[in-house]
């Protein structure tokens, strides 16, 4: 596609490269934190991206829809001749945060809107930019574009070196890491473009493993349908899937920037409009199910998060309590349930209240399918009376199963020590079974084994008993003799149902080979949770048993081991005779 060229401002390349500088330097002064200039020229390698996108339905539906105008650069029907990024870098880090406590449980807003709305602060720095250059060159032609212009920020902003495009889809600014925010400028003079920076994320995958919902499908590449900083702005029904990975977010989600290592110890303070007010970006959740329209806007219009409106915060603050089990919250939910207008907040109300449980929980869910008539919000409704009369049946049966563990008084865990080629080993069982290994004697862990039996056991009392372990030793002591591979004994694994998980899945990894933690998380399943599936492994209670030393890096380096990695080359040496 051809476009008009735009006439040229009058004036010498000198002239241009002088202007330049000048215009660096009044950056600052400008509330800009920092200035790249780029070519005009068509981003057509863009273009093959934004229509695979399309295809796949990564679209948010937020984005510009004509894709030519996005590949295009325009400056009033014609090209323009350079174009000009800005980025204004905002704070990630909140003075004296309010906690969230028992009763009074709060939300938080992601740090993009946490101070005035950045299309204003965007804006106004645009439009001191414009004046200095009108100023200066009188017949210049300028248009200012802030985040719902027709041209991709990011791609603006890597062309003209402000930073690059990270595997998260954020721009990363060398020096002021992804805490920006971006706007850029086309103008009809000929400036000198900058550089682009050829830094990059290298092998680094935190930000795809962290991802709550796994909307980075692939280094740069973000299903907007599945991000949940989109997923908070939507104002319809939300999958259960998304609102358990909501948690207490009401707008924005900022996981796959805090885990960026570019952002380590990054802060940006010095724009007093962007400062959070610790009440307006972390509220509590219940008074913002009372606001009214007007109560909403003078609250929350000065911020970016109030564009779509109070639905959606409000939607989100019912997800948020009820993925806090607020039991407190119960009355006015079960107020939403039965007499909001909206059936998206009653409908999630269902939802939240099947999560909190409990009588009263169970009595609106039966009032509520009596009344409602809207056909999602009665399946929504149906979903929840089935998972609150699966939470009464557990509770009675653990009732029951603790009445029995109290009348048998503290759980007993047997414990022994064995020298080992590696070391003293501590061997721990239940009578259900082997439920630790310990590298170091039993007067070493003894903090930390009474620490694990209060989260995981309850009531107990360690006994040596040598015996209790015997099979264990013996099957251990062949296994150190290189006439073991396999393990034939009774576990008693305490951990979360994921923890579990991925433990019996480095049971698996065959004698002698080694696996990586993506291979571990594709084998259960759980692809972008590396990261995850890393803390998971570290915490491993049966080493050796379940064969975590046969885990490296992604590079097939050594990473961490609790027994100290020589004693895991040590075991892996074992393994290869």
């Not at 409704?381 to 109290?406: G, Y």
């Amino acid at each position: 596609m051809q476009r008009e060229l735009t006439r040229t401002a009058t004036g010498t390349a000198s002239t241009w490269a002088s202007l330049k500088q000048e215009i660096i330097e009044a950056a600052p002064g400008l509330g800009i934190d920092s200035i790249g200039f780029a070519s005009a020229d068509p981003f057509l390698s863009l273009k093959a991206i934004l229509e695979e996108h399309r295809a796949k339905g990564y679209e948010s539906g937020f984005e510009e829809p004509d894709i030519d105008k996005r590949i295009y650069p325009e400056l009033y029907g014609s090209q323009p001749a350079s174009l000009i990024a800005i980025a204004v870098a905002y704070p990630s880090k909140m003075k004296d945060p309010p906690k969230s406590d028992k009763g009074k449980y709060r939300g938080i807003l992601a740090r993009s809107a946490w101070g005035k709305d950045y299309h204003l602060v965007l804006r106004e720095a645009m439009e001191k930019l414009e004046a200095f250059i009108s100023e200066r060159v009188p017949d210049a032609m300028l248009k200012s574009m802030v985040d719902t212009g027709e041209l991709s920020d990011r791609a603006v902003a890597e062309r003209a070196g402000i930073g690059f495009s990270g595997k998260n889809t954020m721009m990363i600014s060398p020096k002021l890491g992804s805490w920006i925010y971006l706007g850029e400028l086309l103008t009809n003079i000929p400036f000198q473009p900058d550089e682009p920076i050829t830094d990059g994320c290298g092998e680094c995958t935190k930000c795809l493993d962290a991802c709550p919902t796994g909307a980075l499908v692939g280094p740069g590449q973000l299903n907007a349908q599945r991000c949940v900083s989109f997923l908070t702005q939507t104002k319809g029904f939300l999958d259960e899937e998304f609102m358990l990975k909501i948690g207490n977010r009401l707008y924005g989600c900022d996981t796959c920037q805090i885990v960026c290592p570019k952002n380590r110890g990054l802060n940006w303070d010095h724009h007093p409009e962007l400062t959070p007010d610790p009440e307006i970006v972390k509220p509590l959740l219940l008074p913002l199910l009372d606001l009214s329209n007007r109560e909403f806007k003078d609250r929350f219009g000065q911020s970016a998060a109030a564009w779509r409106g109070k639905k959606p915060i409000q939607r989100n603050a019912v997800i948020g309590l009820g993925n806090f089990k607020d039991v407190s919250a119960v009355p006015k939910l079960t107020e939403i349930l039965l007499d909001d207008p909206r059936p998206e907040l009653r409908g999630t109300a269902a939802w939240a209240l099947s999560r909190i449980g409990g009588e009263n929980a169970m009595t609106a869910i039966k009032q509520a399918s009596e009344k409602e008539q809207h056909e999602q919000v009665r399946e929504m409704i149906a979903q929840a009376h089935s998972k609150l009369e699966e939470q009464e049946q557990a509770e009675l049966q653990a009732s029951s199963e603790l009445k029995t563990e109290d009348s048998q008084g503290p759980t007993t865990i047997y414990y022994d020590e064995m020298e080992t080629p590696v070391g003293t080993l501590t061997l721990c069982a239940t009578d259900r079974g082997l439920c630790r290994i310990d590298y170091g004697s039993f007067y070493a862990k003894e903090a930390l084994l009474q620490q694990w039996a209060r989260t995981w056991v309850g009531e107990y009392v360690y006994v040596q008993e040598p015996e209790k372990l015997r099979e264990v030793a013996e099957q251990l002591r062949e296994y150190f003799a290189g006439e073991r591979r396999e393990f034939s004994i009774a576990y008693d694994l305490r951990g979360t149902p994921f923890q579990e998980q991925v433990w019996r899945a480095l049971q698996k990894i065959p004698y002698g080979q080694s696996v990586s933690y993506q291979d571990i998380a594709e084998s259960i399943g759980r692809a972008k949770a590396v990261r995850a599936v890393g803390g998971a492994n570290n915490k491993n209670p049966l080493p050796i048993l379940f064969p975590c030393h046969r885990v490296s890096g992604a590079n097939g380096s050594l990473v961490g081991y609790a027994g100290g990695l020589p004693v895991k080359m040590k075991l892996l040496e074992l393994e290869k005779e």
